[in-house]
């Protein structure tokens, strides 16, 4: 009796230790699994990563162009806060020729809120005059100015890039405007000469 209940003691040990070994191996071989899967297609499931790391600061940097050319900055604005013409086609370019995704208007902020605030709502008012139907595009007010220049800098530039570009023309290559006899027709070379 001694002896049976010492070999069933001894199962019962033996299958306790083996159920709490086999606890963790199942995960641990499904983990095994992955980890040699992923080592052998190891650049395919970065590349999406890398493109998009490489990608990325263009997209920051487009992002920041619009902001940049969508700012109505101070120049726009009359010392009283009123709207320029030139604001008022800028802001109709933007809402007309920008594309969809980018139709957003920037305020530059002016010296106090309260000169701020007569901004945004003078650009809101002609925004809705200029769309009488649908939704608004958004108006964000923001503190980097556009940089500009004055318009008589511009025409100096451009005068001098006029001046200073070469007369385009082309090299004389002797032979090449006449035609050689093996293009010309048997019937004009006859034609040509008088002859029948």
Known sequence: MRRTFAWLTGFVLVFASVSMVDAGWPEFKHQ???DYARNNCWPQPFRGADANSVVAPFEVMRNNGWRENNTLGTALFSQQNELSEAGQLKIEWILTQAPQNYRVLYVKTGRTSEET???????????????????????MITETEPSISSGSYQTLLHRAIVKTTPVPRLGVINGVNTPSAQTVAPQAQNNASGGR
């Open 117 to 139: 605030a007569r901004r945004v709502e003078i650009v809101q008012i002609a925004v809705s005059q200029m769309i009488t139907s649908g939704p608004l595009p958004p108006i």
């Open 32 to 34: 095994c699994h992955i």
